[in-house]
C-alpha cells in the first residue's frame, strides 16, 4: 500500500467493483474501457487492479493484465490497460502513483516487462519506450510511439522479437 498525501493505494476489493466502474465511466467517454475492467476482472490471470482512495473515495484505478510474446508464450509479460483519474482529481499524481506501484506489483510477479498503448510524451517518466526499438509490435495497428514496454528485468528482451499479443477479452471490445 502506498500513500500520497492523503491518497492510498491499494489493491480492489470485491465491495470496490461498482466504485471503479463509476470512476472508468467519469474518466472515458464510452463504457468500453468500464466494460473491459469487468471482462478482465471475470477472464484474466494474473490481473492487478489497483485503486487509489481519497477519504473512502475511489479516485483512480489502475488495471494489468497478462499479455503475450507470440515467440515466447511462456515469457511473463503484462499489459497496463486501462487506467483512469475521476476528472476532478487528474494532474495531481494519482495516476502516476498508480503507475509506479502498479510496476512494483508486476515486479513481485516476476513480470519481464510491461507494455501500454498511451501517451508517448507521458509514459516514459515511468521508463517506458517505444517496443519497436526492441523490435517488438503490437497485435493492434498503432503507431510506433504509442506501442511502448518497460523491461523489468534488464536484459529480459534481449534477442526476442515479434508480436505482443493483448489477452483475448480485448478484442472484444
Do not use: K
Not at 44 to 65: C, K, M, W
Not at 104 to 127: I, K, S, T
Not at 147 to 161: D, V
Not at 163 to 170: E, G, M, N
Request: a negative charge; aromatic letters at 6%; glycine letters at 6%.
Amino acid at each position: 500500500m502506498t500513500c500520497m498525501a492523503m491518497i492510498i493505494i491499494r489493491e480492489e476489493r470485491q465491495g470496490d467493483v461498482e466504485r471503479i466502474r463509476a470512476v472508468n465511466l467519469a474518466a472515458f467517454e464510452t463504457t468500453t474501457e468500464a466494460d473491459l475492467v469487468d471482462a478482465l476482472r471475470e477472464r484474466a490471470t494474473p490481473l492487478i487492479s489497483l485503486i487509489a482512495e481519497d477519504d473512502g473515495e475511489i479516485v483512480g484505478h489502475i488495471l494489468f493484465s497478462p499479455v503475450t510474446l507470440a515467440s515466447e508464450p511462456d515469457l511473463a509479460l503484462m499489459g497496463l490497460a486501462p487506467m483512469a483519474v475521476a476528472p476532478a482529481r487528474q494532474r495531481q499524481g494519482i495516476g502516476s502513483s498508480l503507475i509506479r506501484e502498479g510496476l512494483d506489483r508486476c515486479r513481485q510477479l516476476d513480470a519481464a516487462a510491461v507494455v501500454v498503448l498511451g501517451h508517448p510524451e507521458y509514459y516514459p517518466r515511468f521508463g517506458f519506450s517505444p517496443a519497436s526499438r526492441l523490435s517488438l509490435r503490437s497485435d493492434y495497428e498503432v503507431p510506433d510511439d504509442v506501442f511502448l514496454i518497460r523491461e523489468l528485468r534488464n536484459g529480459s528482451l534481449t534477442g526476442r522479437s515479434g508480436t505482443i499479443r493483448y489477452h483475448p477479452v480485448f478484442s472484444e471490445f
